[in-house]
């Protein structure tokens, strides 16, 4: 069915926007979470005290990129509504149990696995079902939805301080609880307006059979070069990505002690990066092609060059306006993903194109954290951590740019195609009359002479 551009949606995408700004504005905000870890489990003894305790952030961030490629044929498979309801449950549970635990550890399955899961679970189908209600305002409602991620993640930092200085850690995640909840109600409003596989399957029978393997996992689209190329390029380029995220708070405190308002440089990267979203989605716009890749290779240069100026900024000042420059170019990286994904491997195959791609992003932010941290732990300074979290943005952003040239290429041979079958189709007819003429010939000779 045509989507209905208004009605209903108007209520799906603030849901949409809702989780969007819940589960990015926790996993945004873990630097303050991060910090009270810190003081609560921490002991002068244990020397590796940051480097297990960055495990819990990373773990968390790292298994809603993780999942996504399951998400997405679970989504398939069963439809919007029951897969993020579900997801939310999840997520709740998870985000519950983590407040009361007594040691770190158990944080690493509750809240780094369960909790991100039931995120992921929940978030991959407020994106999908917005293509059920809208069409010629989708580019709009999705630029209204992703900046609940910027709302939350300006204001929850502010938040979490004034709750864990005045009710603790333990009851901080427990009003959290809160905003999965309304994520759990927010998931009963995604009606959906196009069938799931499973309706397909079991018809009027009722009986649902799995559809092929190659049809719940598309994997074609990695015969595509431009596309490999850019699913193995973005990751590399992500091992320092999510390290300041997780870092910067802690390092602002050994640097500038309790003396500065460390939540604010959070705010600088919540609002930047929902300004460079809404900018760069623009521009975009009239970029042609593959092309658009440039923007990303741009985006991956500034933020590793602003990885590495944290480390040099002795004052606060400086280290507020490195934020709001890594929190713009933050906001372009984000907001072309699916223009990119469009242009490589077309409308048809663009889902699982991105779960794949998120996937694979999972492993180089989940363990960039944990490498920093054990580097602050052995140095006793974050400085050669945000120096080294600055070199693999760098090395990403060059092999992007090899991606406009390859899918150049690509395409040209595409072209090619076609008209090599034409002539090799009259190529083959020429020799066919060929053949008849010469076969022919000998016949009328003997006929004559008969």
Not at 38 to 64: C, H, I, N, P, Y
Not at 144 to 153: H, K, M
Request: proline content about 6%; some cysteine; overall charge positive.
């Amino acid at each position: 069915p045509e989507p209905p551009e208004g009605g209903w949606g108007w209520v799906v995408m603030l849901a949409a926007m809702w989780c969007n700004g819940a589960v990015f504005g926790i996993q945004n905000s873990c630097g303050v979470l991060f910090v009270s870890m810190l003081r609560l489990f921490g002991s002068s003894d244990d020397k590796q005290l940051v480097f297990k305790t960055a495990w819990v952030s990373s773990l968390s961030m790292g298994m809603v990129f993780f999942c996504s490629p399951i998400v997405s044929i679970f989504t398939d498979l069963f439809g919007c509504r029951k897969v993020a309801v579900i997801g939310a449950a999840v997520g709740l549970v998870g985000l519950l149990s983590s407040s009361f635990v007594s040691t770190i550890e158990p944080l690493y399955f509750t809240y780094g696995i369960l909790f991100a899961c039931g995120c992921s679970f929940a978030y991959q189908p407020s994106l999908v079902i917005l293509g059920h209600y809208f069409k010629k305002r989708l580019g709009l409602v999705n630029g209204i939805v992703t900046a609940g991620s910027s709302l939350f993640t300006v204001s929850l930092p502010f938040l979490l301080r004034v709750l864990i200085d005045s009710v603790d850690l333990y009851n901080t995640l427990r009003v959290l609880c809160i905003l999965m909840f309304v994520l759990f109600l927010a998931g009963f409003t995604y009606k959906p307006l196009v069938p799931n596989t499973k309706d397909k399957e079991g018809g009027k029978k009722g009986k649902f059979k799995l559809p092929p393997v190659k049809k719940i996992c598309n994997f074609s689209v990695f015969k595509v070069p431009s596309y490999r190329i850019w699913a193995f390029g973005i990751p590399a380029a992500l091992f320092g990505y999510f390290v300041p995220y997780v870092h910067l708070m802690n390092h602002v405190k050994d640097r500038f002690g309790d003396s500065v308002p460390e939540e604010v440089l959070l705010l600088c990267l919540g609002i930047t990066s929902g300004v460079g979203r809404l900018i760069f989605g623009r521009v975009a716009d009239y970029v042609p092609g593959a092309k658009k890749i440039y923007l990303q290779v741009a985006s991956f240069f500034f933020i590793g060059l602003m990885s590495m100026m944290i480390p040099l900024c002795n004052v606060f000042g400086a280290l507020v306006a490195v934020c709001l420059f890594m929190g713009l170019f933050d906001g372009c990286f984000i907001c072309i993903m699916a223009p990119i994904a469009f242009e490589l491997v077309g409308a048809q195959d663009v889902s699982q194109a991105i779960g794949f791609l998120l996937g694979l992003m999972s492993v180089p932010m989940t363990v960039g954290p944990p490498i920093a941290g054990l580097l602050r732990d052995k140095l006793g300074t974050y400085d050669v951590a945000f120096y080294l979290a600055g070199v693999p943005p760098l090395i990403g952003g060059a092999i992007l740019c090899f991606i406009p040239w390859v899918h150049e290429r690509q395409k040209l041979k595409e072209r090619a195609k076609p008209v090599d079958g034409e002539t090799t189709e009259k190529m083959l007819e020429n020799d066919n009359t060929l053949v008849l003429d010469t076969t022919e010939k000998p016949v009328k000779e003997l006929d004559s002479g008969f």
